[in-house]
């Protein structure tokens, strides 16, 4: 394809996300819809999407309308990219200009909500949660996120990781300050086809993600439930990092599908607990929460999120994080640890969740807590580390 069918591919996919299509989704249907279109060509035209759901208000404010083509016209106005010539009405590229189209828009006012490419509500919860940090945060989610890996240190440290991934033209370097931490500078494409990664030698996850687990207090022995397990990211990386005994649970079991593979990759056992039996299983020394959240932290990932986002959506997420916790608090052992995350930035799911748990629950103390903000190093991420007082 070239640059501008592939910029009229992109208007076409934004066009149905405008209209209500979850991103991926409307990805997936435009790709069987155009088979002749090649790997790159995909990859391309996600590209384009995501930077322009990113930046979203900012392109409709520069391109003069909130359509896929006006999202188009905007980000190659931002890049000072060659408008006319993608925009040329020849076969498979997009229509030709209009004389509306050409004007030069007026400069984004510098405080605006079209700067911050969030809805209004968003933008006053964020300045509420983060005070003067909040502008910082808004704008690093209409960045790209770099992709990271976990080097699984049972297997190898950081450099072995390197040259194995450095064989089969994956390129990295180290993260300035999480120890485990591999940033992709080529080919994060071929990650998950590449042998250190089929041979658990290295997994996907963000910095933060990685910095939280480092910073539980986890020994050799310790009987450990991932309560909210997911996929287990979590559960492998508190694995690669002392002998534990391991127990994952998800409300939706389906989501730990991929589990059993990837402990195999890594080398570790992980017991899976289905929703009937996790309130008879345990003590536990350690129980973490990986809540379910907004993801406001990590919205540079799945940008259509924050345009979906609404306040019902955020009770709701509140009321189930504020219903789990004492779940998984009755399963730590006297004297033992409960730790809660989430990928928010947003204070009702952060810290006044858990001063509203350690108020109603006073033998719970706060031991802990760990603050990233999404910024160029890692996605936004909070950990709280309570504990037992037995
Ligand atoms: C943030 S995700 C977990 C991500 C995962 N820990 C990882 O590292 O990949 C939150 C998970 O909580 C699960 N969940 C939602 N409500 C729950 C509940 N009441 N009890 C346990 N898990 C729940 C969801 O199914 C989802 O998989």
């Known amino acids: 394809m070239t640059p501008a069918a592939r910029v009229a591919a992109a208007i076409a996919v934004l066009d149905q996300i405008i209209a209500g299509e979850p991103a991926e989704r409307a990805l997936i249907s435009w790709a069987r819809a155009n088979r002749y279109a090649g790997s790159g060509d995909r990859a391309a035209v996600r590209d384009r999407v995501f930077d322009a759901l990113r930046r979203r208000d900012e392109y409709a404010h520069l391109g003069h309308a909130l359509s896929g083509r006006g999202l188009m016209i905007g980000a190659l106005r ?12 020849a076969a498979y590229a997009p229509p030709a200009l209009t004389e509306a189209e050409r004007a030069a828009p007026a400069p984004l006012p510098d405080d605006g909500p079209a700067r911050w490419n969030l809805p209004a509500p968003l933008i006053a919860a964020f300045r509420a949660s983060l005070g003067d940090q909040a502008d910082r945060a808004m704008a690093a989610l209409s960045q790209r996120a770099d992709v990271h890996l976990r080097v699984n240190t049972r297997k190898g440290g950081r450099e072995k990781a390197q040259a194995a991934l450095a064989a089969e033209e994956i390129e990295t370097r180290p993260h300035n300050s999480v120890e485990t931490a591999l940033i992709v500078t080529k080919n994060a494409r071929k990650v998950q086809n590449a042998q250190a990664y089929l041979q658990g030698l290295v997994e996907l996850q963000d910095a933060a993600s990685q910095a939280a687990i480092l910073r539980l207090p986890l020994s050799d022995g310790m009987r450990v439930l991932d309560y909210c397990a997911g996929g287990g990211g979590k559960s492998l990386a508190m694995g690669a990092r002392a002998r534990l005994d391991i127990a994952a649970h998800d409300a939706a079991p389906a989501r730990m599908a991929d589990l059993p593979a990837r402990a195999a990759r890594a080398g570790l056992k992980i017991r899976q607990i289905g929703p009937a039996d996790v309130a008879r299983s345990g003590p536990y020394d350690l129980v973490l ?32 994080q504020s219903e789990i916790l004492p779940k998984a608090a009755r399963l730590v052992t006297a004297g033992g640890v409960l730790a809660y995350a989430t990928c928010s930035v947003l204070q009702g799911e952060n810290d006044d969740q858990i001063a509203a748990f350690c108020a109603a629950h006073p033998q719970w103390q706060q031991t802990d807590r760990m603050q990233l903000l999404p910024g160029p190093d890692w996605d936004g991420f909070y950990l709280y580390v309570l504990r037992h007082q037995a």
């Open 78 to 89: 931002a890049a000072a990219e060659d408008l006319e010539a993608i925009f040329s009405g």
């Open 289 to 320: 929460i990986d809540a379910p959240c907004s993801g406001s932290g990590t919205w540079r990932r799945t940008p259509d999120a924050k345009w979906r986002f609404e306040d019902k959506d955020l009770q709701a997420l509140v009321r189930v």
